[in-house]
């Protein structure tokens, strides 16, 4: 205190006002400090609602990505059924045109009977292959053995390939 006694007037301003210089430019840097800090907290903000939309946007693109493979994988599976209904439209033709046409049905009446009684009947012809020819459409019917056939069984007469007309 004694030293204060010394300053005049004017020391004393001066010591005031450089107190308050050093107040004002602490309170302006702490200001300052404030406002970056601010921005800081601002640009972190605005970045991650940049990264939420990133990730939003990601996240649609892979559903549309999952759509679209789903909507690919359904036109497969259409299309592959479609091939499949040609397929079997196909395949139903072609048992269709390789199945045996019958001309006839025939009913055996007598024990006496035989297979190539019934070639000689349909076919004019009693060889082993006429008889042959409706013993295999009527193997079913018939049996294993085609020299027993029964009164009362009914025999399909297939027509005759071409290449034994």
């Given at each position: 205190m004694a030293e204060e006694k010394k300053k005049g007037l004017f020391g004393k301003a001066i010591d005031a006002l450089t107190t308050r210089d050093?107040?004002?430019?602490?309170?302006?840097a702490q200001q300052a400090a404030q406002a970056a800090q601010d921005q800081a907290?601002?640009?972190q903000q605005r970045a991650q609602e940049a990264e939420r939309k990133i990730a939003e946007a990601e996240a649609k693109a892979k559903q549309l990505e999952a759509e679209l493979k789903a909507k690919e994988n359904q036109e497969k599976a259409h299309k592959l059924l479609e091939e499949?209904?040609?397929?079997?439209?196909?395949?139903?033709?072609?048992?269709?045109?390789?199945?045996?046409?019958?001309?006839?049905e025939y009913e055996v009446k007598g024990w006496d009977e035989t297979l190539s009684h019934?070639?000689?009947?349909?076919?004019?012809?009693?060889t082993r292959p006429y008889w042959m020819l409706i013993y295999e459409a009527n193997k079913a019917v018939i049996g294993d053995n085609p020299n027993i056939i029964k009164p009362g069984m009914v025999l399909k007469i297939p027509e005759l390939p071409a290449d034994m007309k």
């Open positions: 050093e107040k004002e430019a602490a309170e302006k907290a601002a640009a499949m209904r040609a397929r079997d439209a196909q395949m139903a033709a072609a048992a269709a045109a390789a199945a045996p046409k019958f001309i006839a019934v070639a000689l009947k349909y076919y004019k012809n009693a």
